[in-house]
């Protein structure tokens, strides 16, 4: 299945394991350290309803707007301003429309970060999420492509359980940002 298509089946965990996925592996930009999401992504092994994922989102906020203050790294462009909406943008109930919107919002951008920091040039973002196929597409855009539907997937098939699986995914992918990130502060500077 496509990425448009693996979002638009989602339930309400997927949907917010897509979404906090996206915007972990895009930390980097904020000032966040690794551990940054941890709580986020605790919120996700109970139902909508049970936990607490309202209180941490408003937590992990004021913690990631305190690390974008200091962080003054060199990455306080289009990238950042992306990431920044994402987490902006996260809906305090972890149900309903709002909650689609911004797992295909963080889709969407988390995308557009790859490709901005890969200097790729144009790529059709909506025929790469509706097709998705990663072939011929440039590397970090294309890894992102594919870390994004294998979340989806597992979280899909397994549920809960799947949750472990699809936070590696998000580390691996968020390690390869930070050293993209870095590579280029050292480059611009």
């Known amino acids: 299945m496509s990425l448009e298509e693996l979002i638009a089946q989602a339930d309400e965990r997927g949907l917010a394991a897509s979404g906090v ?13 690794d551990e940054a999401l941890r709580p986020l992504w605790g919120t996700l092994a109970e139902g909508p ?10 937590q992990t906020r004021e913690m990631l707007d305190a690390a974008a203050g200091e ?28 909650l689609r919107q ?11 970060i790859h490709l901005l920091l890969d200097g790729a040039g144009d ?26 539907t294998a979340v989806l997937e597992l979280v899909a098939a397994h549920g809960a359980a799947g949750l472990r699986s699809a936070l590696e995914v998000s580390t691996e992918g968020r390690r390869v940002l930070r050293a993209v990130v870095s590579r280029r502060s050292r480059r611009d500077a």
């Open 102 to 112: 911004w797992a295909d919002g963080c889709s969407d951008g988390a995308l557009r």
């Open 123 to 148: 790529v059709d973002l909506d025929a790469a999420r509706r097709e998705g196929c990663a072939d011929g597409l440039s590397p970090l855009f294309a890894a992102e492509l594919r870390r994004q």
């Open 49 to 58: 309803d049970d936990g607490d994922w309202g209180e941490v989102l408003r």
């Open 21 to 33: 996925a996206c915007l972990d592996r895009c930390v980097p930009l904020l000032g966040g350290d």
């Open 71 to 98: 962080a003054g790294d060199g990455c306080a462009g289009e990238a950042a301003e992306l990431a920044r909406g994402m987490l902006a943008t996260a809906p305090l109930d972890r149900s309903g429309t709002a």
